[in-house]
């Protein structure tokens, strides 16, 4: 076989932009292995990416996806204890390992960093190649499906509240658009954290979800004054910590019911990147803003270990083929989903 099936991004603009063709086969290099995908989770970033860059080019034709799961089937010289036959999920984030940031461990914000599915080629097609520096093993109790739901929100999500939120036991942690996927999974770790959790989404049927995954309180954000409603819950106190991967349509929201010394701790901004900020209630209130940029290795490690042991569930909303891939894309961009939309590939 010398060629595979990929949906690859011609051209910025509509979901007809992604067609699926035949491409040649991806070989591993030195350090690589080649994966046959089984399942590979849609995020916003797709979306984003396919609409057209904000951050700097975007090379093109690209193969999209980031939330890789399947089975290594070759593997490149100088790669040491991976096999063919090995069922692995796939750290997304390339850091060049070399510079300051990255001696110190601050990973994420590595200024040569490249993402699986937004600078190379993704998870969307049969076969993809990656490090395999970046291969986690697949626990045998979850499924491809569950784990490609994982990586990119674990990852994140872990980051925001744990690494620098540092949320605390007892802590009031407010999670808007709680149906999205770093949301979703996010309400699980802070219930994981001992967190009070306060969360915001769109229809009943996802505010009973919110509820189900360990929300204490769920408003509507569609209600004028779900503001004023958090404020009644915390009894006018605030909540400590608001983490936002939203945008800047909700920050004013967000840093409005921030308790004194609470914290947004954000990251995304499909939601728009810019707004009016009034800089006294910042420093008024004593309010910290810390940006999250993805998540590390390690973050991902233990949300796979809480998923294998039942403590966190990946949430997944919706499993197409790889031949639905603008229904998937559709589902997101209408927020027509609680949780992942995983493509199953196989």
């Not at 970033?45 to 093109?60: N, Q, S, T, W």
């Not at 998870?123 to 697949?138: C, D, Q, S």
């Not at 959790?197 to 505010?207: H, N, Q, R, V, Y």
């Not at 954000?221 to 909540?239: M, S």
Request: glycine share 10%; charged share 15%.
């Amino acid at each position: 076989m010398t060629t595979m099936t990929a949906a690859v991004l011609q051209y910025h603009g509509d979901r007809d932009a992604v067609k699926l063709i035949s491409v040649p086969l991806p070989q591993p290099k030195p350090g690589e292995v080649r994966i046959k995908v089984e399942a590979c989770a849609l995020n916003w970033l797709d979306v984003g990416i396919r609409r057209g860059p904000k951050f700097g080019a975007i090379p093109l034709p690209l193969i999209t996806g980031s939330d890789i799961a399947g089975v290594i089937d070759a593997v490149g010289d100088q790669v040491e204890g991976w096999a063919a036959g090995d069922a692995v999920l796939v750290y997304p984030l390339i850091t060049c390992s070399v510079c300051e940031l990255c001696r110190s461990g601050s990973l994420t914000v590595c200024p040569d960093h490249k993402i699986i599915g937004e600078h190379i080629n993704g998870g969307l097609a049969e076969y993809v190649t990656v490090p395999a520096a970046n291969l986690i093993r697949k626990p045998d109790s979850l499924s491809f499906e569950a784990v490609a739901a994982l990586p990119v929100v674990g990852m994140t999500a872990w980051h925001m509240l744990i690494t620098l939120g540092q949320l605390r036991v007892g802590e009031t942690v407010l999670i808007p658009g709680a149906g999205g996927g770093v949301a979703s999974i996010s309400v699980q770790i802070a219930r994981h954290a001992g967190a009070h959790i306060l969360a915001t989404t769109s229809s009943p049927e996802k505010m009973q979800k919110a509820h189900d995954l360990g929300a204490e309180v769920v408003v509507d954000y569609r209600d004028p004054t779900w503001t004023a409603q958090i404020l009644d819950a915390t009894a006018q106190r605030g909540v400590d910590m608001v983490q936002n991967n939203v945008g800047a349509s909700t920050w004013a929201d967000s840093l409005a019911v921030l308790a004194r010394n609470g914290r947004l701790v954000v990251c995304g901004s499909h939601a728009g990147t810019n707004f009016d900020l009034s800089i006294p209630q910042i420093y008024h209130r004593q309010l910290r803003i810390i940006g999250a940029n993805g998540g590390t290795y390690p973050g991902l490690v233990t949300v796979l270990k809480l998923a294998e042991s039942g403590v966190v569930q990946p949430v997944v909303d919706t499993v197409l083929p790889l031949s639905e891939i603008h229904e998937g894309h559709r589902l997101l961009e209408e927020r027509d989903h609680f949780g992942k939309v995983v493509i199953r590939i196989a």
